[in-house]
């Protein structure tokens, strides 16, 4: 029984490690962090795994579960980085549609985000991944009124950012 | 806002591939936890023995045997520091044995065992430790007896008393002597092993309670 829950557990983490990766990617600036924060995230994920009882869809749960480990554990560590030489060797469009400036604006973009807190970046990852209000709200376990203001205030954030 | 946008729109086409992660190095992942407290168990027993050995070279056991022309104990003293040293290496093998199976297990019934495995290898440690120290105590008192000429005076007072009183306050005083050095490194190693063993321990019922 053990194993089964484990191997469905693995499985399911497996196929569905990419919000994960991305949620590292947000909250870290290198390899070696990300590394570290992928696995404390599958350690309490796997701890949380009992409570999970298939009511939301694996992928929402894994959202509230992997958000508030990074932000618990970079709650004390307000580490802002405006560059991450780890981010500055990739590129966030293929090559296909390749356009230099564009390339450019999403990168100081996401040098942005880099910058906010933690309970922000979260917001804004949500955001990126498409989540409306209703589900921002329900991952985050704060009102969806409450969400909307940070969003806003967020945006407000990030055009200063961009010009200061 | 602009920008965002996007940002948004690549982060949703995702053209940056992630090194993905195989369900082996998940599995070695949720086993993490319990290899770094079995780690730790064969760093501190390791320590532990250069900190003995460390003190064991400060004092000179054959100058102290020579002085009281002991000098036929030397060998058996040198016997039992081997044997002691072999049954410890032994030990800290089966540490570094219990460290390796546990850090790539891949199935929580297996680790399970393996935790139970460790706490036993940890006890019985503790126990050989003790009795160490227990038998080198009372070979030390024989030794006392048999060559201080310090004890000349005692022994000649017990043999010619009638009453066995100065017998029964010697021994007394050697069997305390034992409860209290037993006491105190049987104190020690609990706070060395027991907490790791205690987070060991409640790292088996996590498991457990998976477990179903």
Redesign the interface.
Known sequence: ???N??QLF??Q??DN??II??IC?LYTNDEDAHKDL??EI??QL??A??KFRGESKFSTWAYRVALNTAITLYRKSTRAVATTPYESQ?????QEEYNFE?EE??K???QA?QQLNDIEKAL?FL????KDYTEISETLGISEVNARVKMNRI?GK??KI?NP | ?E??D???K???????S?E????VE??K??H??SSSIVKWILIISIIEVLFWTAISIGYNTDEYMKKLHAENMIVYFKVLNFVNYAVILLFIFNFYKNYIKISTTA???QLMQDILKTRKTVKYYVWYNLGMIVLSLIAGFIIAFAYNPKMEMLKDKIAHESSYYTLCITLGIMLLTIVVFVGLFWLFYRLLYGILLRKLNANYK??K????
């Open positions: 029984m053990s194993d829950l484990e693995v499985k983490l497996k490690q990419n990766h991305k990617r992928f696995q599958t350690i796997w701890k795994f009992p990739k590129h966030f469009l293929s564009e604006q999403i100081l973009m996401y985000v804004v955001y990126l991944e498409d945006k990030l055009k961009l | 806002m920008e965002l996007l940002l948004k690549a982060w949703q086409k995702d053209s940056h992630y993905q992660i195989s369900e998940i599995y992942m949720l993490k936890k199935s929580t019934k996590e498991l309670k998976i477990d179903l």
